[in-house]
């Protein structure tokens, strides 16, 4: 502290607060340890953020860290990974409560990996800065919420998001971030997880996400002009339609597990539709855009090859994170037009393929030596310069009425 005040008269010590309680031992940051770090630095000094207030708050295990200021924020996603989530109730409730249960609380921030997902959950969020109390009536902020939105109301598109705001805006289980793609994952036929983090379990019930969606397709005819209802129409039609699709997957495992040859290439060609579908769909917005990544950071690049470097990284955090190998592969997966079709589809060919012919044969499918054929093919996607979608194309809410259609 010293060291940063001699630079610094007015320094702070800024800190993140879970190693309190995150920590490979968890027995070591008892209360008594923690106040004792903590008075290594004067109070009027230090500045504690509780980095995952909404979820996972430190200040109520440390005795509000120890009398120490402390900032609640939201995290909300790690990633940028896709799906709806939140737990508006716990954000709408959060930061007054907090400030009145504790006189150490400071402030409110938010701490997010990524913020290009989920906007009602954010402006929630910041909303509370304005106020001294709870927000009680969500019912009423989603309307106002969405009046503002659209820029008039529709009685459809407010069902919907109640619909929503009592499925997949109600996380209470304590995962981070929103359920899997099946999309996303690496195929196989014993999946639990969309990559590292992305876990396949729904915490909601698909069919309420899934008239929300219908609902909205209702509403296009009056909102479709709203480029914000477009976006949102896209970002629930994708999620149900993940969510639909993962049915037919479990259809798909449980006709390789009865050697039903027929069923099995059924539910696999259902599959594929869907997820030409979901690149049709997602390409039809230019906020669901692959190309616009990759394009950002070719531009950083002042040669070519340096535009090619630049591009690989881009690639390699959407897709592996880090080596072909790593533990936290599809840790920032995403779904994007030209992802869905040019990375995911491929892999979902070649494991449908290999499916098919170990059926077709009598014998076992190698899953095994499957992984190692995708890790490879993997590593070399993300060398590719190949241009991915920039533009969008198609009618979102006509293309969203012919997918419903399709599924329903």
């Not at 954010?122 to 106002?144: F, G, K, N, Q, S």
């Not at 059926?359 to 241009?387: I, N």
């Amino acid at each position: 502290m010293a060291a940063m005040q001699a630079a610094d008269p007015l320094a702070i010590w800024v800190m993140q607060g879970w190693f309190l309680v995150y920590s490979p031992d968890p027995t070591f940051w008892d209360l008594d340890t923690a106040c004792a770090f903590l008075s290594g630095v004067p109070h009027e000094r230090l500045l504690m953020l509780d980095l995952y207030s909404e979820v996972h708050p430190v200040w109520n295990q440390t005795q509000s860290f120890c009398g120490a200021p402390f900032v609640w924020n939201m995290l909300h996603n790690f990633g940028g990974r896709p799906g709806l989530y939140g737990n508006m109730e716990a954000v709408a409730a959060g930061p007054a409560a907090t400030a009145r249960a504790t006189s150490s609380m400071v402030g409110v921030g938010l701490t997010p990996e990524a913020i290009e997902q989920n906007p009602m959950v954010y402006e929630l969020m910041v909303d509370t800065v304005w106020r001294r109390d709870p927000i009680a009536d969500l019912d009423a902020w989603t309307a106002t919420y969405l009046r503002r939105r659209y820029g008039q109301d529709s009685a459809a598109a407010q069902q919907a998001w109640k619909l929503i705001r009592r499925s997949a805006y109600q996380c209470q289980n304590g995962q981070s971030g929103p359920s899997g793609s099946i999309f996303g994952a690496r195929p196989g036929l014993a999946l639990t997880s969309a990559g590292c983090c992305g876990p396949l379990e729904l915490f909601y019930d698909a069919a309420l996400v899934d008239q929300a969606w219908g609902l909205l397709v209702g509403a296009a005819a009056q909102l479709g002009k709203a480029a914000t209802f477009r976006y949102d129409l896209v970002e629930v039609g994708s999620t149900a339609l993940s969510n639909l699709a993962m049915t037919v997957y479990s259809r798909m495992r449980t006709a390789y597990e009865a050697r039903n040859l027929a069923a099995f290439d059924a539910a696999a060609s259902t599959f594929q539709g869907m997820l030409a579908d979901m690149d049709a769909l997602l390409a039809s917005d230019r906020y669901w855009l692959a190309g616009t990544w990759t394009n950002a950071s070719r531009a950083w690049g002042a040669s070519p090859a340096e535009q090619d470097l630049m591009e690989y990284n881009a690639r390699r955090q959407i897709t592996l994170w880090g080596v072909d190998s790593s533990g936290l592969s599809g840790y920032a997966y995403k779904s994007w037009a030209g992802l869905v079709k040019g990375f995911y589809g491929p892999r979902w060919q070649a494991f449908i393929t290999g499916v098919h012919n170990a059926l077709a044969k009598g014998t076992s499918f190698d899953e095994g030596a499957f992984q190692l054929q995708m890790m490879t093919w993997e590593s070399a996607w993300t060398r590719s310069t190949d241009p991915l979608p920039v533009t969008p194309v198609g009618d979102t809410a006509l293309l969203s009425q012919k997918i419903f259609a399709k599924y329903h």
